[in-house]
T-cell receptor
């Protein structure tokens, strides 16, 4: 079954600290994996898109990793800011399919 | 990139009524998508809106309940018909932009969403 699982479900960290969010998937055949940030009351915004051949991709303080062998991805946030408080959604696309497979998201709260 | 606007941004409706949500994109796109996001949950695809043909609905969603129009390459509407409290959700419009270069990655962009509350 094609699924995307994220952990933890929610996370609270202090401002300035780092954190890592996890994504495991069983989607096949794999095309690419995306991380989205969704602020409360807004639509998701793309942070990174990674294909099979990419291991690491950065976008400012966000760094995503992908291990296609173990079907795992992580999103590392460095020096967190209050504005990082949001839901982070891992999304996988299957080759040849239009429909995306969404994870349930990790809700991050950055506390002052 | 793509800039997507939705109207209304939020609404409170009575049971049994219908609401039409509009989605406008700043550039022509082939495929537009409608998603539902229930409180505390991730996104669920309702249907794919194709210009010039009927929308393609996902399992659990039917045209009578969620009729969709796609009159041109920059605009689509989703109607939530005969609403009940279970329809209270955020409804999101999304588009896919094809990769600019061969071998590049297609990117999906989302609108800000329409927050619907049904009493």
């Amino acid at each position: 079954k094609n699924q995307v699982e994220q952990s933890p479900q929610s996370l609270i960290i202090l401002e300035g600290k780092n954190c890592t969010l996890q994504c495991n998937y069983t989607v096949s055949p794999f095309s690419n994996l995306r991380w989205y940030k969704q602020d409360t009351g807004r639509g998701p915004v793309s942070l990174t898109i990674m294909t099979f051949s990419e291991n690491t991709k950065s976008n400012g303080r966000y760094t995503a990793t992908l291990d296609a062998d173990t079907k795992q991805s992580s999103l590392h946030i460095t020096a967190s800011q209050l504005s990082d408080s949001a839901s982070y959604i891992c999304v996988v696309r299957r080759t040849g399919f239009q429909k995306l497979v969404f994870g349930t998201g990790t809700r991050l709260l950055v506390s002052p | 990139s793509a800039v997507i606007s939705q109207k209304p941004s939020r609404d409170i409706c009575q049971r049994g009524t219908s609401l039409t949500i509009q989605c406008q994109v700043d550039s022509q796109v082939t495929m537009m998508f409608w998603y539902r996001q229930q409180p505390g949950q991730s996104l669920t695809l309702i249907a794919t809106a194709n210009q010039g043909s009927e929308a393609t609905y996902e399992s659990g969603f039917v045209i009578d309940k969620f009729p969709i129009s796609r009159p041109n390459l920059t605009f689509s509407t989703l109607t939530v018909s005969n609403m009940s409290p279970e329809d209270s959700s955020i409804y999101l419009c999304s588009v896919e932009k094809l990769a600019a270069q061969r071998g590049g990655t297609d990117t999906q962009y989302f609108g800000p969403g329409t927050r619907l509350t049904v009493l």
